[in-house]
């Protein structure tokens, strides 16, 4: 069984970074070749924000966040991480890490998740 654990979740005001890290465990034959993060905001729905290819460290963002974040991964320890700057009051939510992609990448449609990790950002 898949396990995903994120953590880095913090609470920061307006422009600041953070990164987030997300490590998986379980079985991964045939579901960890695409990871990625989504976030929720209170009160909306689930959002993409990124995803990577870990074979070959190709990576896909979400319009709202391309330029200001990075999604990378730790070969061979079955890492990921989300690199976030310039953090906007529009990026606070809970960010969930995710494995086993349908489709295509820019669909963001995963079908294992975290528990996820808040983001917070004040002005």
């Known amino acids: 069984q898949v396990r995903l654990l994120e953590s880095g979740g913090d609470s920061?005001?307006?422009?600041?970074?953070?990164?987030?890290?997300?490590?998986l465990s379980g079985s991964t034959y045939g579901t960890?070749?695409?990871?990625?993060?989504?976030?929720q905001a209170p009160g909306k729905e689930r959002e993409g924000v990124a995803t990577?290819?870990?074979p070959a460290s190709t990576t896909y963002y979400a319009d709202s966040v391309a330029g200001r974040f990075i999604i990378s991964q730790e070969p061979?320890?079955?890492?990921v991480y989300l690199q976030m700057h310039d953090l906007?009051?529009?990026?606070?939510?809970?960010?969930?890490?995710?494995?086993d992609?349908?489709?295509?990448?820019?669909d963001f449609n995963f079908r294992t998740w975290g528990q996820g990790t808040q983001v917070?950002?004040?002005s």
């Open 12 to 23: 920061v005001q307006v422009g600041g970074s953070l990164t987030l890290t997300c490590v």
């Open 32 to 39: 960890s070749d695409y990871m990625g993060w989504l976030r």
């Open 52 to 54: 990577i290819f870990v």
């Open 76 to 79: 061979g320890k079955n890492t």
């Open 88 to 99: 906007k009051p529009e990026d606070t939510g809970m960010y969930f890490c995710a494995s």
């Open 101 to 106: 992609l349908q489709g295509r990448p820019s």
């Open 120 to 122: 917070t950002v004040s």
